[in-house]
């Protein structure tokens, strides 16, 4: 069974979006846009949703799926983790979301891409799609400007097929992590990333002088400073990662210096400098289980970080910020709510808020006609601890509930005293 088991799992990820009409019947439907629809049925055709509400006609010949008695909602977003460009964290060879050279080099990967560096195979997705995560922001980490990450869907064998968007971010960070690039001063991290900033201004008003050797040195490689182009006209947002409430407002300096769109990521004392994230728009993404003073940059901890911020008009997505616990984005949500963000803000968080912080609502983030079919099916409450994941569907396609951790468990669960060894 176990063999059987992981060769289904393997053709359906590599099957393209599923052509099966399929009804999800009798539950009540989450859409993140509206009101909760009772016995509501969500129809999926072709991978996307054809139909939701309490009344929706089921054609013939339609897999059915009964919901009776469950919740209904979109796939999960997880807005910050390393999956599929990590496998053994102490293990370097299996660690691709860094570039090296930026450690101890000038600090600045802007051209590093990680889509070529992501396993669909890896071993840690399965874990968090069966809890019901389907689409992540994956993304670089280290240095200044760490680089480029994208945006997945959890299924497919094959990085194309699984990439939504890429780049769907530029990242750097503005934090003890890459004080090393400022000399030991934040005074100095801020100068150099300007550095780096007008390097790539004045690349692009000179590139053919470039070309011929007529312009002055950069402090960055040409591939760098093309990199960044997007980033300065604004088609390519800037996420910051930034948790000192003075250094938040740092970065929003800087991004009204260079007209940048601006994310805020960790935004431990984001809740200290609501209102000038409020007034410039920035949204943030919040890992709600930081509550202690770590460091001298996040003084300001508290579980009630996302609550002000949404209280104070900044549009809050909440992250597990893990990689091989990005299953527990749920447990944060709930937190959140634990600690004063409403149960639908908290839901939004992690299904709409960053389809849209991402660019991605068009597709992605709630349960509307035409979205990506991306629906999980719940016995309860998807923000409490103890809700069972009942189905998966991702691209219209439903994954089995089967991961490594779940084949370890029903291997040993009935353990044959009679053989010191099983194969």
Not at 48 to 68: E, F, T, W
Request: proline share 4%; net charge neutral.
């Amino acid at each position: 069974m176990r063999t059987g088991t992981i060769a289904a799992a393997l053709l359906l990820a590599a099957a393209p979006a599923a052509a099966q009409t399929i009804a999800i019947e009798g539950g009540t439907v989450y859409t993140a846009v509206g009101a909760p629809i009772r016995g509501g049925t969500v129809l999926i055709r072709d991978g996307r949703i054809a139909a939701v509400g309490a009344s929706v006609p089921v054609p013939a010949g339609a897999l059915r799926v009964d919901a009776r008695g469950k919740w209904v909602t979109p796939g999960l977003i997880e807005s910050s983790t390393n999956l599929g460009l990590v496998e053994v964290e102490q293990v370097q060879e299996t660690n691709d979301f860094r570039i090296r050279e930026a450690q101890g080099g000038d600090q600045v990967a802007a051209a590093f891409n990680v889509s070529d560096g992501i396993n669909p195979r890896s071993m840690v997705i399965p874990v968090t799609r069966i809890a019901g995560v389907t689409t992540v922001i994956t993304r670089p980490s280290g240095g200044l400007i760490a680089g480029q990450g994208i945006a997945i869907d959890l299924l497919g064998n094959r990085v194309e097929d699984m990439t939504i968007r890429s780049p769907a971010g530029m990242w750097a960070s503005i934090s003890e992590n890459a004080r090393d690039a400022g000399n030991g001063a934040r005074g100095g991290l801020t100068m150099r990333l300007r550095e780096v900033l007008e390097d790539a201004r004045a690349w692009n008003t000179s590139r053919q002088a470039f070309e011929r050797g007529e312009t002055r040195d950069f402090s960055v490689s040409r591939l760098d400073l093309a990199a960044l182009q997007p980033v300065l006209a604004g088609r390519q947002p800037l996420v910051v990662e930034a948790h000192r409430a003075s250094d938040i407002q740092a970065a929003i300096r800087i991004a009204r210096e260079y007209g940048l769109r601006l994310i805020i990521s960790g935004g431990t004392e984001a809740w200290m400098v609501a209102g000038d994230l409020a007034a410039a728009r920035v949204p943030v993404i919040v890992k709600v289980l930081n509550n202690l003073p770590g460091s001298f940059e996040s003084l300001g901890a508290t579980y009630e970080n996302a609550a002000r911020l949404r209280q104070a008009g900044v549009q809050v997505a909440i992250t597990s910020g893990e990689t091989f616990k990005a299953y527990t984005l749920r447990q944060e949500a709930g937190n959140a709510v634990a600690y004063g963000l409403p149960w639908d803000e908290a839901f939004r968080a992690v299904t709409l808020y960053p389809a849209q912080i991402w660019g991605l609502a068009d597709g992605y983030g709630s349960l509307e006609v035409g979205k990506v079919a991306d629906v999980v099916v719940w016995d309860g409450d998807p923000l409490e601890l103890l809700t069972r994941v009942e189905h998966v569907f991702i691209r219209g396609r439903e994954v089995p509930l089967v991961s490594r951790e779940t084949q370890l468990r029903d291997r040993y669960r009935h353990i044959d005293d009679s053989r010191a060894y099983r194969p």
